[in-house]
């Protein structure tokens, strides 16, 4: 499917599902993942990059030269969910890629693009494109109503979002439940416990548990098996509990906690960021109108998502924002994160003076977080 180039949105969770047992060595920092595609229809000199769904940035880019493009580098941890993606002239494409430090074919025409891109090469990518077929036409159908929903006169958008959003919630409800079922038959595979982080909180828990238990010790030990051992061991903090506190450093290299920052008398609104996510970024200049209209009533505190210092590091000298950041090394695995179930940047959880939960904003939307925290200031 070719897509007229979309305004920027807020992209909802990928099916992932496998097939066959995945067969994942051990990390070795001395790995690569060698991408090598084929592609034809698009233009000499496209340019085709690797986005992270985990760090919300690009980690590779490449060329098409010939109808040729090559990537190489190296996963942490691996394995990780990738969008491959570009854009040649008024045309965006993408393809998700589930993959390790693996060596890659992939080939396509423009018009195969999401859902019927073929490679070859990883066992894991391999499973999960096979299994993709579930929820092909799904996802299809959602991709055609989204963008084409972004390509309309904002007055069409006004008039048509109650509308769009109900078709697009009735897909992604049996898209859901397709996945649930697939989770449940299925425990030899990445994709499967991946699914299972995303929808963990639709499943009863001592039906996670059970799943859980059946998966194989590598998938158990895997980053995704963290997420929902932690998930079991203890409760996701809610609306009304008190506030869990965590710790990190601050960019002077100083340990500090969000304890340490909270005020007795003020609300303190936590911001649950990441360096190159497009709506936190968004987000910066309301967020600092916010801080400058309530110094007395409200203090902030950004906590990164962004596994490397680096990214982290840029961010705050890029963004310029006056309250302190917060930095812990372990990005979306980190304990704090999955206990407040910080899924999706940018993620906003308001603190009461007394230290209880009062409200949670997912996302971000011009003007929402700023009328949502009127009742509270």
Same mark, same amino acid.
């Given at each position: 499917?070719?897509? =007229? ?9 990928? #099916? ?5 047992? !995945? ?7 001395? @790995? ?21 769904? @985990? ?20 996963? /942490? ?15 965006? /494409? ?17 018009? %195969? ?26 996802? *299809? +159908?959602? %991709? ?16 048509? +979002? ?16 397709? #996945? ?19 929808? $963990? ?9 059970? *799943? ?49 920052? $909270?005020? !007795? ?15 936190? *970024?968004?987000? #910066?200049? &309301? ?5 400058? =209209? ?6 902030? /505190? %950004?906590?990164?998502? !962004? ?36 899924? /999706? #940047? ?21 003007? &929402?977080? &700023? $009328?949502?925290? @009127?009742?509270?200031?």
């Amino acid at each position: 499917m070719i897509l =007229q180039k979309p305004s920027l949105f807020v992209f909802a969770f990928l #099916t992932l599902i496998g097939c066959k047992p !995945d067969q994942q060595k051990a990390p070795n920092q001395n @790995e690569i993942y060698q991408i090598t595609g084929n592609v034809t229809g698009f233009t000499e000199g496209t340019k085709f990059y690797l986005y992270s769904l @985990e760090t919300n940035a690009n980690v590779d880019s490449a060329l098409v030269k010939n109808n040729e493009f090559r990537m190489e580098g190296h996963i /942490v941890n691996p394995p990780t969910l990738f969008w491959l993606r570009a854009t040649d002239g008024e045309d965006y /494409v993408y393809t998700p890629l589930l993959i390790g430090n693996d060596d890659l074919e992939l080939s396509a025409n423009k018009k %195969d693009f999401a859902w019927n891109v073929k490679t070859l090469g990883s066992t894991i990518d391999a499973n999960y494109r096979k299994s993709m077929d579930i929820t092909k036409e799904l996802n *299809i +159908r959602r %991709d055609s109503l989204i963008f084409g929903y972004h390509a309309l006169p904002v007055a069409q958008k006004e008039a048509t +979002r109650e509308r769009f959003m109900e078709s697009v919630g009735n897909i992604d409800s049996v898209t859901r439940n397709k #996945t649930i079922k697939y989770i449940k038959e299925n425990n030899d595979n990445y994709a499967s416990i991946l699914n299972l982080t995303f929808l $963990k909180d639709e499943i009863p828990r001592d039906s996670v548990e059970l *799943i859980f238990n059946d998966y194989t010790d590598e998938l158990k030990q895997s980053k995704f098996g963290r997420i929902i051992k932690i998930y079991l061991e203890s409760n996701h903090i809610a609306k009304g509990d008190p506030y869990l506190n965590f710790e990190g450093i601050k960019k002077s290299g100083e340990k500090s906690s969000l304890a340490g920052l $909270k005020e !007795d008398n003020k609300f303190l609104l936590i911001n649950f960021t990441s360096a190159y996510c497009g709506f936190c *970024i968004r987000a #910066t200049d &309301e967020l600092k109108a916010i801080y400058n =209209q309530h110094q007395k009533s409200l203090n902030i /505190v %950004d906590f990164s998502a !962004d596994p490397q210092k680096k990214d982290w590091l840029h961010s705050i000298e890029r963004d310029g924002n006056q309250w302190p950041s917060l930095w812990d090394g372990q990005g979306r695995y980190s304990e704090s994160a999955i206990r407040y179930n910080f899924s /999706v #940047t940018p993620t906003f959880l308001l603190i009461s003076p007394d230290g209880k939960i009062v409200d949670r904003w997912v996302g971000y939307k011009e003007g &929402e977080l &700023e $009328k949502g925290l @009127e009742k509270y200031l």
